[in-house]
């Protein structure tokens, strides 16, 4: 069966630091692979999706980057983390978007 | 824009109740629509998925779509405790992307 591996599961980190979140998908041959936010109290924005390996699409200009370096993995990255960074990170994944995602356990990422 | 909209409620049911949650979209070439459930500080699970206009029925779920008047609703009937979550809205736009209404708080009173 197919299983969402995300980590780490919260996180605390002052402004200015860097951020790497990694997200890996067992069971499944090249999926879709998306970075969504949650802000608290607020909805899922889309961050980044992938449809294969190096292949990124950005849908909001920020300060964050993402990179595939393998079929099944997928980095969510900052250079310099701001106070307005800090969220819910949720990892998604799917073969047929038409079914629905299913997300990984997410990481608490605030920014101090 | 394209915008998912949610009553953010909390909508206060009692045990054993319907709950009616409702979403609107404002695009109309929109092909696939979910409801997800989202308990606090979890991540969100996928509960229904509803591609063409009428109802869809499983289990105590029943989602309802209408895509002349661009609304998508989900029914949950002999609502329990267990049931108080957090209810998302998302919309397939683009066969690789959803969008996501800010939710809906259910809270289930025993």
């Known amino acids: 069966s197919q299983t969402i591996h995300q980590w780490p599961a919260t996180l605390v980190q002052p402004v200015g630091s860097p951020l790497s979140l990694e997200c890996t998908v067992e069971?499944?041959?090249?999926?879709?692979l998306y970075w969504y936010r949650q802000a608290a109290g607020r909805g899922l924005q889309l961050l980044f999706y992938?449809?294969?390996?190096?292949?990124i699409s950005s849908e909001v200009p920020q300060n964050l980057s993402a990179s595939r370096p393998q079929d099944r993995q997928f980095i969510l990255s900052s250079k310099k983390l701001l106070l307005s960074d800090s969220g819910f990170y949720l990892c998604?994944?799917?073969?047929?978007?038409?079914?629905?995602?299913?997300f990984g356990s997410g990481t608490r990422l605030t920014v101090v | 824009q394209k915008e998912v909209e949610q009553n953010s409620g909390p909508l206060s049911v009692p045990e054993g109740a319907i709950a009616s949650l409702n979403c609107t979209y404002s695009?109309?070439?929109?092909?696939?629509f979910f409801w997800y459930r989202q308990y606090s500080g979890k991540s969100p699970e996928l509960i229904m998925s509803?591609?063409?206009?009428g109802d869809k029925e499983d289990g105590r779920f029943t989602a309802q779509l209408n895509k002349a008047s661009q609304y998508v609703s989900l029914l949950i009937r002999d609502s329990q405790p267990s049931d108080s979550a957090t209810y998302l809205c998302?919309?397939?736009?683009?066969?690789?992307?959803?969008?996501f209404g800010s939710g809906t708080k259910l809270n289930v009173k025993p």
């Open positions: 998604a994944w799917s073969t047929n978007p038409g079914d629905g995602y299913t």
């Open positions: 069971g499944t041959s090249n999926p879709n």
């Open positions: 992938s449809v294969g390996i190096g292949q």
């Open positions: 695009d109309r070439v929109s092909q696939s």
């Open positions: 509803i591609y063409s206009n």
């Open positions: 998302a919309v397939n736009w683009d066969f690789n992307k959803f969008y």
